[in-house]
């Protein structure tokens, strides 16, 4: 039996494994559960073989930092009074290699306290969603002009995560991690003029290296071409 956290985007997980033939539940405030509190953790993961972790920080700043302490420390400790035998969460390619980013430096905590850690695991690093570019062009807009980095991506779909992740989950744990990754690496300014083309928007992509929160990426750390890839190709996702 599967218990996964974060019911946005555990639900495709949860499908992905019931139609495997396994039994997923989805938990989240709305279920009860409270990751910060330990509000029912305890009853979410009685009867569970395994965890899959997918809640996120509500900010992306120093703050994230105490979310995922917090939230690792009491899900480890109710998954260990459960008898889980294995726990998975979802991280990011490159996510130590940026240590400029609070988040990515609080991804990082996260995962070190898994590995540290009383039950077997898994973690699943994944490139940047396809469904992110929106907010990546929202960050630096002004009027007609979005200014990004020439910064090396991969992008991946979010359904071709949740398969990952499920299919990680049905397995037996890795004490280590799975890089996954879209098909195609692109500059982050070359997907910006990809995406507003495609959507018929006529604003204009200025390559700027200072420009975003992936300004602070040095080389391709946010690519991997030894990564398990997806079938998923950006323009037939825009599509």
């Known amino acids: 039996m599967f218990r996964t956290y974060d019911r946005r985007k555990g639900s495709q997980v949860v499908k992905n494994l019931n139609a495997a033939g396994h039994e997923a539940v989805p938990h989240s405030q709305s279920t009860g559960v409270d990751v910060i509190s330990g509000q029912g953790l305890d009853e979410a993961v009685a009867g569970a073989d395994v965890v899959v972790n997918l809640t996120n920080s509500p900010t992306f700043d120093e703050a994230s930092l105490a979310f995922f302490q917090t939230s690792m420390n009491n899900l480890l400790a109710a998954a260990q009074r459960g008898g889980v035998g294995h726990f998975v969460i979802l991280s990011i390619v490159g996510v130590d290699e940026v240590p400029e980013l609070d988040y990515y430096r609080a991804k990082v905590?996260?995962?070190?306290?898994?590995?540290?850690?009383?039950?077997?695991?898994?973690?699943?690093?994944?490139?940047?969603?396809?469904?992110?570019?929106?907010?990546?062009?929202?960050?630096?807009?002004?009027?007609?002009?979005?200014?990004?980095?020439?910064?090396?991506?991969?992008?991946?779909?979010?359904?071709?995560?949740?398969?990952?992740?499920?299919?990680?989950?049905?397995?037996?744990?890795?004490?280590?991690?799975?890089?996954?990754?879209?098909?195609?690496?692109?500059?982050?300014?070359?997907?910006?003029?990809?995406?507003?083309?495609?959507?018929?928007?006529?604003?204009?992509?200025?390559?700027?290296?200072?420009?975003?929160?992936?300004?602070?990426?040095?080389?391709?750390?946010?690519?991997?071409?030894?990564?398990?890839?997806?079938?998923?190709?950006?323009?037939?996702?825009?599509?």
Not at 173 to 202: H, M, Q, V, W
Request: no cysteine; net charge negative.
């Open 109 to 239: 905590l996260q995962e070190t306290i898994l590995a540290a850690g009383p039950i077997p695991y898994s973690i699943v690093r994944a490139t940047q969603f396809m469904e992110f570019m929106d907010a990546v062009l929202s960050w630096t807009a002004n009027g007609d002009t979005v200014r990004l980095p020439a910064t090396p991506i991969q992008p991946i779909a979010s359904k071709d995560v949740a398969s990952a992740v499920a299919e990680v989950a049905a397995g037996a744990p890795l004490n280590g991690i799975r890089n996954i990754a879209g098909p195609e690496i692109f500059s982050l300014d070359e997907l910006g003029r990809i995406t507003l083309s495609r959507k018929g928007d006529n604003r204009t992509v200025v390559t700027d290296p200072t420009a975003g929160m992936f300004a602070v990426v040095k080389g391709d750390v946010l690519t991997d071409k030894d990564a398990h890839l997806a079938p998923t190709r950006y323009t037939d996702w825009l599509s």
